[in-house]
Nanobody, 123 residues
Framework: QVQLVESGGGLVQAGGSLRLSCAASGRIFSINAMGWYRQAPGKQRELVAAIPSGGSTNYADSVKGRFTISRDNAKNTVYLQMNSLKPEDTAVYYC?????????????????WGQGTQVTVSS
C-alpha cells in the first residue's frame, strides 16, 4: 500500500521557522490531495493546510500568511514551511494523502496518514 514518512519537527522559539517534509512511498499510481493536520493535547485533530494535485491551496485561518504548503509530484513529497511560529502552534503534525495504488492488475483508492512529528514552540 502507501506509507507516509514525516520529518522536520522539533523545538523552536516563538517567531522562528520550521520546515516539515512528508514523503509517500509504495505502489503509488496517483496522489490526489496531500495535506497537513495537527493535534494539540486535549484537542481534536484539525486541518492546517491542503494542496490538491492541481488547484488552489487551502489553509486554516490561524496559519494564513505564516505557513506555506507545497508539493513535489515527482518525489511524491509534500512540504509545510512554517514561519512566525507561535506557542499555540505546538502540536503533533500529521501528513495525509489520498489517491490510488496498484496491486497486481488492480487499482485501489487509499487514504494514508503519517506517524506524526512533534512541533514545540516555546515562548
Amino acid at each position: 500500500q502507501v506509507q507516509l514518512v514525516e520529518s522536520g519537527g522539533g523545538l523552536v522559539q516563538a517567531g522562528g521557522s520550521l520546515r516539515l517534509s512528508c514523503a509517500a512511498s509504495g505502489r503509488i499510481f496517483s496522489i490526489n490531495a496531500m495535506g497537513w493536520y495537527r493535534q494539540a493535547p486535549g484537542k481534536q485533530r484539525e486541518l492546517v493546510a491542503a494542496i490538491p494535485s492541481g488547484g488552489s491551496t487551502n489553509y486554516a485561518d490561524s496559519v494564513k500568511g505564516r505557513f506555506t504548503i507545497s508539493r513535489d509530484n515527482a518525489k511524491n513529497t509534500v512540504y509545510l514551511q512554517m514561519n512566525s511560529l507561535k506557542p499555540e502552534d505546538t502540536a503533533v503534525y500529521y501528513c495525509n494523502a489520498d489517491g490510488t495504488y496498484y496491486s497486481g492488475m488492480y487499482y485501489h483508492p487509499f487514504t494514508s496518514w503519517g506517524q506524526g512529528t512533534q512541533v514545540t514552540v516555546s515562548s
